[in-house]
């Protein structure tokens, strides 16, 4: 996924702060310093949701072994 491509839908205006794919490959996600995460599909570059992460920006974030999760800290 090109940085690029995660850059349009991100119209906040928020700085990304970090980055992690799923362990297949087929989803990313996109932190920023409003602590919004935003998860795409890797492969087709969509947006599939965007939820809160922590109560400011979120330094880190990775996705559960199995995809199905995602963990984000402060």
Known sequence: ???????????????VTAL?????????LAADERGL???WNATATRHL?????????VRAAAFSPDGGFVASAG
């Open 49 to 57: 949701a965007t939820r809160r992460g922590a109560a400011g920006a």
């Open 20 to 28: 992690a794919y799923a362990r297949e490959g087929r989803a990313v």
């Open 37 to 39: 995460i935003d998860v």
């Open 1 to 15: 996924v090109r940085l690029t491509s995660l850059d349009a839908p991100r119209a906040r205006g928020a700085a």
